[in-house]
Structures are given as structure tokens and as C-alpha cells.
């Protein structure tokens, strides 16, 4: 069971503990769908896990983790391009005019056509 179903959660559906190097990390990935997305950028959310971090960073982190997906894809159909954006810089533009960028194109209208991406969000190659 997933863990939006399970305890009813509206910004993010997994975790999930990892080793690195000697430690445990749990891991998180708020926002992956666009429900997800709205329930994490559109309210306090975002900027309460921004609080949480600068309050603890010796204990806890955050990267971006820019995705090119769709529902269920399996991770080899799944495209991570490096992001050089700050966590608290690409919070802030996906809270703002980037959120557009989110769902903002159908597989098929897409299909075939190469994509680049901007400030974090995808957008059709002029």
C-alpha cells in the first residue's frame, strides 16, 4: 500500500530507507504528481520543510530531484537531468510561475518532439 493511501497524505506517497555509507537515510519524494505537487507548492507546505531543514541541517537535507515522467513509469522510462539549482531556489520556483510547467503537456502532444529544460520545468525547444 502506497503511503497516501495508508495514512492519508496529500503531498507525497513514498518513503523509504536507504543506506549511505554507515548511516540509514530516509528518503522522501513530495510532489512527484501533480496532486501531490499542488498539495506541497500551493500551501505552506514547501516553505514549512524549508523552515524544518534550516532548523536542523546537521540532521536532515534536500536536493531537487527533477523528473520527466508520467504515472507508474518504470524508472528506466523515467528521465533525472542534474539540476544545479539550490533546494531553496527551486522550492521557490516551482511555488511560483514554474508550477505552470507541471503536467503542462500530454504524452501526446509531446511524442516525438525534443524537450529542454528551463528553470526546472520542461518546455518545448523553439
Known sequence: MMLDAAIR?????RLSLQQQAEDLGL???PAELK???EAFYRTG??????????????AWQARPNVH?????A???????????LGITEYIHRW??????????????????????LASGGPVRRP
Open 68 to 72: 520527466l515522467a508520467f504515472r507508474n
Open 27 to 29: 528518503c522522501t519524494w
Open 74 to 84: 518504470p524508472v528506466a522510462q523515467r528521465l533525472f537531468p542534474h539540476c544545479h
Open 95 to 116: 511555488s511560483g510561475n514554474d508550477f505552470a510547467q507541471i503536467r503542462a503537456h500530454h504524452y501526446n502532444d509531446i511524442r516525438g518532439e525534443p524537450l529542454v
Open 9 to 13: 497524505t496529500k503531498s507525497t506517497q
Open 45 to 58: 507546505r514547501a516553505q514549512r520543510l524549508m523552515d524544518f531543514l534550516a532548523e536542523r541541517p546537521e
Open 35 to 37: 496532486p501531490q505537487a
